[in-house]
T-cell receptor, first 117, second 113 residues
Framework: DTGVSQDPRHKITKRGQNVTFRCDPI?????LYWYRQTLGQGPEFLTY????????KSRLLSDRFSAERPKGSFSTLEIQRTEQGDSAMYLC???????????????FGPGTRLTVL | GESVGLHLPTLSVQEGDNSIINCAYS??????FIWYKQESGKGPQFIIDIRSNMDKRQGQRVTVLLNKTVKHLSLQIAATQPGDSAVYFCAENIRAAGNKLTFGGGTRVLVKP
């Protein structure tokens, strides 16, 4: 399977615990994105990377959230001191990220469903 | 699997009929638009995209229409099949302002046999 993969697919945690999710983008994709989706809503942008550089962060990304992409390949999203409001689907996407391309299609992974009790 | 979009607008369509899904986008500066399909328990799947210098683009069984005057986007699915049952989202992007996508609220399509 050469698509975007995410791990774990489901995570149940207690309030106050830390969680970390992993995303493996499509090979050779330079850009990697994180989105959050709650039931009945479309995905909301959190942050994105161009190679290993984090270029944009949404105001949704509070201080408890941190994302990394240390070698420009896989990425991790960590949530510290989880709250019940963090319960959502966390989606990762990747795109080629060619500088002069007129379009840059984002391909999504299956997501990680987080439930905070 | 989990359910995506419990309280979304729903379009019920008979198998074999054509479907039209509408989307009103918010930013007149957006210059790139994409339709995604999301099945229960899965991430959004790319269907078709269109740039703002076009008003129509066709794919296999799908057509996207863009009306920039009224900031309206539509997705037409020809000969709708049971496998088309899903939630459909439109997304917009301002290419020069970065790569984040802003998604609309979604429409659930139910195909009746």
């Amino acid at each position: 399977d050469t698509g975007v993969s995410q791990d774990p697919r489901h995570k149940i945690t207690k309030r106050g615990q830390n969680v970390t999710f992993r995303c493996d983008p499509i090979s050779e994709h330079n850009r990697l994105y994180w989105y959050r989706q709650t039931l009945g809503q479309g995905p909301e942008f959190l942050t994105y990377f161009q190679n290993e550089a984090q270029l944009e962060k949404s105001r949704l990304l509070s201080d408890r959230f941190s994302a990394e992409r240390p070698k420009g390949s896989f990425s991790t999203l960590e949530i510290q001191r989880t709250e019940q409001g963090d319960s959502a689907m966390y989606l990762c996407a990747s795109s080629l990220g060619r500088a002069r391309a007129s379009t840059d299609t984002q391909y999504f992974g299956p997501g990680t469903r987080l439930t905070v009790l | 699997g989990e359910s995506v979009g419990l309280h979304l607008p729903t379009l019920s369509v008979q198998e074999g009929d054509n479907s039209i899904i509408n989307c009103a986008y918010s930013n007149s500066a957006s210059d790139y638009f994409i339709w995604y399909k999301q099945e229960s328990g899965k991430g959004p799947q790319f269907i078709i995209d269109i740039r703002s210098n076009m008003d129509k683009r066709q794919g296999q069984r799908v057509t996207v229409l863009l009306n920039k005057t009224v900031k309206h986007l539509s997705l037409q699915i020809a000969a709708t099949q049971p496998g088309d049952s899903a939630v459909y989202f439109c997304a917009e992007n301002i290419r020069a302002a970065g790569n984040k996508l802003t998604f609309g609220g979604g429409t659930r399509v139910l195909v009746k046999p």
